[in-house]
């Protein structure tokens, strides 16, 4: 069970929209179920903006995200002191908590490909490692993204600017509109799975041990790092590097970069993002091909992600990858792209 779907049909051509955005319903031919389709983009919202909404801090996310980020700086500066081999574990937890949001809440709760239990097992504890709201909300603000990207309904719609898409968005009250958008999309896939149900319930004892038992308790049993540096760096300083990496794709990768796929919308290919999140900043490629489980046109290259998901299919834990056709990226590009490819 290691095949890799190929959509290779004649999609018809995108619909134009008032505020340029494009669709392709390429994906209502692969895959059936309304489900399936709450991760493209949907034009309902368009030409609803009324005025911006009263902002309603949330001063708690605020003097929690402002300690943290303090925290972290602290931690950055203990580096010289740390252990070598705490180092190594920093990194180890910072990739193992990245894939629980890239293979797992990403490209697989939020896009579909298959997992075993096993599989959906370990991305579930990676993903409570990464701390990012559990796996359901998370996937259930990325399905109203893509389907209302850059709207009201758009958690972080990224026309408020740089710090609303990148953090800005946790620190308010969400607009009613992705309240009452997201409470209508279909997530009854995810409702049917155990793994991610489990988690959700048990929420927050996974993160007291995933994000911060586990990396900081390993390094002081294990080789006698101190508990200070411990707590700071594989601790507080990998866990606010990890979410700015993951911020970037929702702000810095929707402003900078070069837009190949399609000109029209705002997600751009951004390299420096993909190096940081794993392979997640191929996005104008990614908002135009939402389906595809490598996020890229271009397989591993500075996708990390898509290794592991393939070794994962070599394994036989995963399945039912679906990949765009050379031949649709190309009709694509040519239709609506900007003639600036090679950003890979
Ligand atoms: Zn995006
Ligand atoms: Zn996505």
Redesign the pocket.
């Known amino acids: 069970m290691t095949e890799t779907r190929t959509i290779s049909h004649h999609a018809p051509p995108p619909k134009q929209h008032q505020n340029g955005h494009t669709t392709t319903t390429a994906t209502a031919t692969t895959t059936t179920t309304a489900a399936a389709l709450d991760d493209v983009f949907d034009a309902s919202c368009e030409g609803k903006e009324g005025p911006r909404q009263q902002m309603e801090l949330v001063w708690r996310n605020i003097v929690l995200m402002s300690l943290l980020h303090i925290a972290a700086v602290y931690g950055l500066t203990l580096v010289p002191s740390t252990k070598a081999l705490t180092l190594v574990w920093t990194a180890v937890c910072y990739t193992i908590s990245g894939l629980g949001i890239t293979a797992g809440a990403h490209r697989l709760w939020s896009h579909r490909y298959k997992a075993s239990a096993p599989l959906r097992v370990f991305l579930a504890l990676a993903n409570s490692m990464a701390f990012q709201n559990d796996i359901y909300e998370w996937a259930r603000d990325h399905r109203s993204?893509h389907k209302y990207?850059e709207t009201d309904a758009d958690p972080h719609n990224a026309t408020r600017g740089f710090f609303f898409a990148h953090v800005g968005w946790l620190l308010v009250r969400k607009h009613p509109e992705v309240i009452e958008k997201g409470q209508k999309l279909d997530m009854s896939d995810l409702k049917a799975d155990n793994v991610v149900m489990f988690q959700r319930r048990y929420y927050l004892a996974s993160v007291v041990l995933m994000c911060f038992a586990v990396p900081i308790l390993v390094p002081w049993w294990f080789w006698g790092e101190s508990l200070t540096v411990a707590y700071f760096v594989p601790g507080l300083f990998r866990y606010a590097l990890q979410l700015n990496a993951t911020w970037l794709?929702?702000s810095a990768a929707?402003m900078w970069g070069n837009r190949p796929y399609d000109i029209s919308i705002n997600?751009r290919e951004n390299r420096v993002v993909s190096f940081s999140a794993l392979g997640e900043g191929f996005?104008n490629y990614h908002?135009t091909f939402p389906f595809d489980y490598s996020t890229s046109e271009f397989g591993w290259r500075q996708n990390p992600t898509s290794a592991f998901i393939d070794l994962m299919c070599s394994l036989g834990l995963a399945s039912d990858r679906k990949k765009v056709s050379k031949e649709i990226i190309l009709a694509r590009m040519q239709r609506t792209g900007s003639g600036s490819n090679k950003s890979g």
């Open positions: 993204h990207s794709v929702n929707h997600p996005h908002h």
